[in-house]
């Protein structure tokens, strides 16, 4: 297997991998053996400290054998993607406003993190202020990193957002910092 790291950011409402050398997995690739453990070191390699906080995604990928090929059969590999984070201790909370808006047959969820510290966001409702809510998204809906948008899409479920009832809808989200 093959272990690299991604700097992760958010722009325009999804995720974002880029190379990069201020992180490095060591050591880079490993092979896989029957016992139920395995490790990889992190380094930080960049020359300045965090300032706010880093975000990172380790992919581990499954490199195929080629000792097992044959023709006509499929072989699958499997590709891990493992969120990283270095935060300065300074960082500021994450501060989450939300904006939920109709887009033909599904609703479009926009969460913008003016703080400098990620936002984990599961099970995700939309509450309509009397009470009633509409499950969006069941278990890890996903990240909004800090000084980030992203944007998540869901089936509208009959519900119909416009101008005048968009303000009264509130996502409602299980959230870890």
């Known amino acids: 297997m093959q272990i690299?790291?991604?700097?992760?950011?958010?722009?325009?409402?999804?995720?974002?991998?880029?190379p990069t050398t201020d992180v490095v997995a060591s050591p880079p690739s490993q092979?896989?053996?029957p016992t139920p453990t395995m490790s990889c070191?992190?380094?930080?390699?960049?020359?300045?400290?965090?300032?706010?906080?880093?975000s990172y995604r380790v992919v581990v990928d499954e490199l195929p054998d080629p000792s097992r090929r044959q023709p006509g059969v499929v072989n699958v590999v499997l590709r891990y993607?493992?969120?990283?984070?270095f935060r300065s201790a300074g960082a500021a909370r994450s501060q989450v406003s939300w904006t939920v808006r109709q887009n033909g047959n599904a609703l479009?969820?926009?969460a913008k993190n003016a703080g400098q510290?990620?936002?984990?966001?599961?099970?995700?409702k939309?509450?309509?202020?009397?009470?009633?809510s509409i499950t969006l998204g069941s278990g890890l809906?996903?990240?909004?990193?800090?000084?980030?948008?992203?944007?998540w899409s869901f089936p509208a479920q009959g519900v119909h957002v416009s101008g005048s009832n968009s303000d009264a809808l509130c996502p409602k989200a299980t959230a870890e910092r």
């Open 126 to 132: 939309l509450a309509d202020g009397t009470g009633k």
């Open 81 to 85: 993607s493992l969120p990283v984070f």
């Open 108 to 110: 479009a969820v926009t």
């Open 31 to 33: 092979t896989l053996d």
């Open 41 to 54: 070191a992190l380094c930080g390699a960049a020359k300045q400290p965090v300032a706010g906080e880093e």
């Open 141 to 151: 809906v996903g990240y909004v990193l800090g000084n980030a948008t992203m944007q």
């Open 4 to 18: 690299r790291v991604f700097r992760w950011t958010q722009t325009g409402g999804a995720d974002r991998l880029a």
């Open 117 to 124: 510290q990620r936002l984990k966001i599961a099970d995700l």
